[in-house]
């Protein structure tokens, strides 16, 4: 059965095709796997960028990190469709990472405060997974759906695909040639931002259970949509 299609998502989605068919990144006339990579990369990242203009009410030290979230997802369908596959995978690392720091800085505003004001002080990431790992309201959720354990595996899978990188040939001009878009590669980019947005969506959306319930329909549609029934069930749930 297909999902419901969501009016906003569709008429965005033509828009960012329109966009990228004028300045010649797409051709006019695209082929259909490209169409369906691009079509699923924009219904991930718009569904995370969708947060920054829909939750309210949040915490000045929960805030930036919501921003960033929007400002890293934004950038990933241009990266995949030009070629830069370090650039997407460091991008979507950097959405998980935000993701951690909201819930736990969202908690914490005194150590907020200080990582601002001390350049040394800093949250190792180890540390933010095992906090959110062990929020009490995260924690009850991770057995209906398991977020934490895969945006875990999701961030093992980009460290090693951003470390696993060589440039072969000094001449700059060269090695620039070589990157390029590639349907292979982008189909394994579009999977690593499915993930992250499921995974991602899930946990905000439990962390702000009843912020998400008076979201629009058409809002939370578009979110809950990344994501397994299961996980939809079990939001539901938490309510």
Known sequence: MAKPSSPALTDDLKKVMAFFKDRNVIPASPAVGLTEIVRRIHAATYSLILWRFRLKGVPVHGRPFIEEIASDALQILPQVLL???????????????????????????VEFHKMNQDSKWFMPMAELFTYTKTHPKLMLMEKRFDAMNRLSTLYSDLSTGVHGQAVSDLEMRLSLEKIAYA??????????????????????????????????SEDRLIIFQTMPPRARNAWRDSL
């Open 83 to 109: 070629g830069y596959g370090k650039t997407v995978k460091l991008l979507t690392r950097g959405i998980i990472e935000n993701i951690l720091r909201h819930v736990y800085f969202s908690d914490h505003p």
């Open 183 to 216: 349907e292979s590669i982008a189909k394994k980019n579009a999977l690593f931002i499915e993930r992250c947005a499921s995974a991602s969506n899930f946990l905000l959306a439990v962390f702000h259970g009843q912020k998400v319930a008076k979201f629009q």
